[in-house]
């Protein structure tokens, strides 16, 4: 019994190493037929050429990819290029209109900070007046000069940016109109969307800086009124010294 299960066992394994080495001659007869395949298309149609890298019939297989078992090819109609440039134009509208927008804001933001500040210089001078020391009078004087040569260059500032500002609004404006009309609807109302966002931040700077001016003009004319007192009061004084001089010498 135990000699027939060792015949048993060399058996299988003989049957084993048979199976195996038919797999082996299976896949070296595959693999030589792969070969020779190769062989007859590299002679039939031949080596490829570097120059053939740059052909345009290779370029455009290039672009084509295999989706689903499906060759798809991507579109480059006349509409769909219409449509992507015109993307492409509010992208560049957008952009355009931002840095304006944002230059024009800072402009009259500074503008009225350099009008405040010379307000408030101008009240503390008018608050002190005949009450200073000639060096502090002198001082408070240069310093509003000093914030209205300010005020003055950022309002050229304003005046420049806001040129530029209503140039990008109107170019943004023509943007998406031609993004529309070209089928890119969700461009045109992006760049719409963004031309309100810039009015509604521009009025808000405007709004401001026109707070700002209608401050200075009231102090322009507290100014006007206490100048006034002011001169009363020397020509008071000065009348009354007089008088008394008078009277002294009497």
Known sequence: MQVIRQCSACAKRAAGELV??????????????????LSTSDNRTGAQKPGELTNPTHISMASLSVGHGLWQVEDLSHHSLIRRAASVLTDSSSSFLSQATLALTDALTDYSKAVHSRIIFQKRYLASLGKMSPSEEESLRRAISGWRSEAAERLNEC?????????????????????????????????????????????EARKLS??????????????????????????????????EAYLRED
């Open 159 to 203: 005046k420049h940016y806001d040129s530029t500002w209503i140039n990008a609004v109107n170019l943004s404006k023509m943007a998406a109109e031609a993004a529309y009309s070209s089928g890119a609807h969700q461009a045109s109302i992006l760049v719409q969307t963004n031309i309100q966002v810039a009015q509604s931040q521009v009025e």
């Open 20 to 37: 195996r080495n038919q797999e082996v001659s299976l896949l070296q007869r595959r693999g030589a037929a792969c070969i020779r395949y």
């Open 210 to 243: 026109s707070e700002a001016d209608k401050k200075l003009a009231e102090t322009k004319v507290e100014e006007i009124q206490r100048m006034a007192e002011y001169s009363a009061f020397l020509e008071g004084s000065e009348e009354r010294e007089v008088h």
